[in-house]
């Protein structure tokens, strides 16, 4: 079963951006890659989701490069509200493969 | 729109006691359903999910059920709790058959057993 390897925690300063990257050797053809940001007592919340290349939306963006081995997470001039758990997981198109968390990463946005 | 509700939102048991959590999703029919549990520092980890009325299928033995009686509720349950049973449950839901839409969760329960 592919697995993703993240750090566990990073520290950045308001107004920077912050990469966080996922590695995932054994992705499977049909996996996508997904993230989420949990804040404490709530519930996951999805960000984004891609193939390959490259994905940007409102909140983020997420390179993958062409070997798809490692996928990026970029949070372009953080804020403190963007304190929080990110996890990095596999999705398939067509599979009922359920989605599994691992311990994620823990952002810490400092004034 | 489509909205889930899980309630209570705290909760704090004596070992030993029976446990009822709740989950509801408005707005869409024959939803996917899971409920996830969450320990102190930890990731999150699937416990029971439901494809339909009456369909529960279970990702690790322990001392919880869920049931589904109706197509947008689903409940996870305990006749005796354990100290090892506290933690943050959350309720999840998505369309169809797959993760690939994205799953929405509820704003979960934090369960103390004391």
């Known amino acids: 079963l592919a697995k993703t390897t993240q750090p566990i925690s990073m520290d950045s300063y308001e107004g920077q951006e912050v990469n966080i990257t996922c590695s995932h050797n054994?992705?499977?053809?049909?996996?996508?890659i997904t993230w989420y940001q949990q804040f404490p007592s709530q519930g996951p919340r999805f960000i984004i989701q891609?193939?390959?290349t490259k994905v940007t939306n409102e909140v983020a963006s997420l390179f993958i490069p062409a070997d798809r081995k490692s996928s990026t997470l970029s949070l372009p001039r953080v804020s403190l509200s963007d304190t929080a758990v990110y996890y990095c997981?596999?999705?398939?198109?067509?599979?009922?493969?359920?989605?599994?968390f691992g311990s994620g990463t823990q952002l810490t946005v400092l004034p | 729109s489509q909205t889930i509700h899980q309630w209570p939102a705290t909760l704090v048991q004596p070992v030993g006691s029976p446990l009822s959590l709740e989950c509801t999703v408005e707005?869409?029919?024959?939803?996917?359903l899971y409920w996830y549990r969450q320990a102190a520092g930890r990731g999150l980890q699937l416990l029971f999910y439901?494809?339909?009325?009456?369909?529960i299928s279970s990702e690790v033995p322990q001392n919880l059920s869920a049931s589904r009686p109706q197509d947008r509720q689903f409940i996870l349950s305990s006749k005796k709790l354990l100290l090892s049973d506290s933690g943050f449950y959350l309720c999840?839901?998505?369309?169809?058959?797959?993760?690939?839409?994205?799953?929405?969760f509820g704003s979960g329960t934090r369960l103390t057993v004391v």
């Open positions: 999840a839901w998505t369309s169809g058959r797959t993760a690939f839409y994205g799953y929405t």
């Open positions: 054994n992705i499977a053809t049909n996996d996508y």
């Open positions: 891609g193939y390959k």
């Open positions: 997981l596999f999705v398939s198109s067509g599979s009922a493969r359920q989605l599994t």
């Open positions: 707005g869409t029919s024959n939803p996917n």
């Open positions: 439901s494809v339909g009325i009456g369909q």
